[in-house]
């Protein structure tokens, strides 16, 4: 199993955005960024849950004191260069939902935008959504469950041609699949 560092961001229209890095300390330092961009509202944990901070083994090492459901100040214009000179690679998050998406809240992906690829859910309707957007017609289409825990991710029914099972060679092929 590779894992890739990565993140769901929030961008300043709340649109999801998937991130994935090519190294930690890229998605750390993107991280960093994205806090300084959130508005200073603090976490309410008896509304909103602990925002805890992690260790490698599972421990408990900090909580986050900033709420992270709020939008950043990034744009779903700029999240594209701005993931990109953290070593990153990005694509719109389960575009065919109703809330949080970037068809739902901004009602389209323009060219500008520069996007290479979107996320759809398993129940999505891919031929609907090309006909709606003709410009996902010529990008992958990555299928995911929007799962927030591990008991609720599915089993792998798609699969990704690497040249390795690196970091780089799996956003590599995820940048230029088709």
Do not use: W
């Not at 929030?10 to 998937?18: F, G, I, L, P």
């Not at 260069?81 to 809240?105: L, Q």
């Not at 469950?145 to 099972?165: F, G, K, P, Q």
């Amino acid at each position: 199993v590779t894992v890739i560092p990565g993140m769901e961001l929030c961008t300043s229209e709340e649109v999801h955005v998937v991130c994935l890095f090519d190294g930690l300390k890229n998605a750390e330092s993107f991280s960093d960024y994205v806090l300084s961009t959130v508005p200073p509202v603090k976490n309410r944990p008896e509304i909103f849950g602990d925002q805890l901070i992690m260790d490698a083994e599972d421990g408990i090492i900090g909580t986050q004191e900033l709420l992270l459901t709020t939008a950043s100040g990034i744009s779903a214009d700029n999240v594209v260069k701005t993931v990109g000179e953290y070593g990153g690679f990005c694509y719109p998050a389960h575009i065919d939902r109703s809330s949080y998406s970037i068809i739902s809240n901004l009602g389209m992906i323009t060219p500008e935008m520069n996007f290479t690829a979107v996320e759809m859910t398993e129940n999505a309707d891919r031929d609907e959504y090309e006909a709606k957007h003709p410009i996902i017609k010529n990008m992958p289409v990555y299928v995911s469950s929007d799962a927030h825990y591990l008991e609720n991710m599915r089993e792998a029914s798609h699969t990704l041609e690497a040249e390795e099972n690196s970091i780089k060679a799996i956003l590599n092929a995820m940048k230029n699949s088709r």
